[in-house]
């Protein structure tokens, strides 16, 4: 069993920054890849990003790239998402999740462990 927490939410004005953290616990989560998923009221939950263990790759919703950048620290056990240039539609809970198979899939059916979720929220 792995545990995941995510911190670093909060409240931000349009254009600002914000990092989330993504600390696993457990079971180590050695060989899995890790994802950014992110639900807005009223919205199903959809992929943000995702990293494979090893760094070779990482993946972007339409959406945040070029704003957005996903990181690991293995060592540490945590994942980050930088968010840069934040806009109001990125207003959601992020949730961060743990995926096995090391597949980084923006489908969220291949990752077996979640977080509680941080709330972000982007003012106008």
């Known amino acids: 069993q792995v545990q995941l927490v995510e911190s670093g939410g909060g409240l931000v004005q349009a254009g600002g920054s914000l990092r989330l953290s993504c600390l696993a616990s457990?079971?180590?989560?050695?060989?899995?890849?890790m994802g950014w998923f992110r639900q807005a009221p009223g919205k199903g939950r959809e992929f943000v990003s995702a990293?494979?263990?090893?760094?070779?790759?990482?993946y972007y919703a339409d959406s945040v790239k070029g704003r957005f950048t996903i990181s690991r620290d293995n060592a540490k056990n945590t994942v980050y998402l930088q968010m840069n240039s934040l806009k109001p539609e990125d207003t959601a809970v992020y949730y961060c999740?743990?995926?096995?198979?090391?597949?980084?899939?923006?489908?969220?059916?291949?990752?077996?462990?979640w977080g509680q979720g941080t709330q972000v929220t982007v003012s106008s």
């Open positions: 457990g079971r180590t989560f050695s060989g899995y890849a």
């Open positions: 999740a743990a995926d096995p198979d090391d597949a980084a899939s923006i489908n969220q059916r291949y990752y077996d462990y």
């Open positions: 990293i494979r263990w090893n760094r070779s790759r990482t």
